[in-house]
Nanobody
Framework: VQLQASGGGLVQAGGSLRLSCTAS????????MGWFRQAPGKEREFVAF????????YYAGSVKGRFTISRDNVKNTVYLQMNSLKPEDTAIYYC????????????????WGQGTLVTVSS
């Protein structure tokens, strides 16, 4: 499985961006997916999780109410709609396919995409 993230860019605080993560390979519709982010000098941290159908989602406390994860299994794509962006949201955002274990730790995931940079200016 290969994952291609896109949609990052420079935005002012309070603005919005929508990230996309398109998967190649089989069985995307059966895969549980997640978004993580990594700011300079910091560890990779969990952002959001979505199950195979889209009926179950989890969010990090820092983004809950501002970010929305969704998926389109026909297009093999997972989205992250980010609203009310803050400078502290600046990071490289990665999508990944969940494998097993706790949903909010990077080691529970496999098949990482290359990441897309989000920069939020104050």
């Amino acid at each position: 499985v290969q994952l291609q993230a896109s949609g990052g860019g420079l935005v002012q605080a309070g603005g919005s961006l929508r990230l996309s993560c398109t998967a190649s390979g089989r069985n995307f519709s059966r895969r549980v997916m997640g978004w993580f982010r990594q700011a300079p000098g910091k560890e990779r941290e969990f952002v959001a999780f979505i199950n195979w159908s889209g009926g179950i989602t989890y969010y990090a406390g820092s983004v809950k109410g501002r970010f929305t994860i969704s998926r389109d299994n026909v297009k093999n794509t997972v989205y992250l709609q980010m609203n009310s962006l803050k400078p502290e949201d600046t990071a490289i955002y990665y999508c990944s396919a969940y494998q097993s274990g706790d949903y909010d730790v990077p080691t529970s995931y496999t098949y990482w995409g290359q990441g897309t940079l989000v920069t939020v200016s104050s």
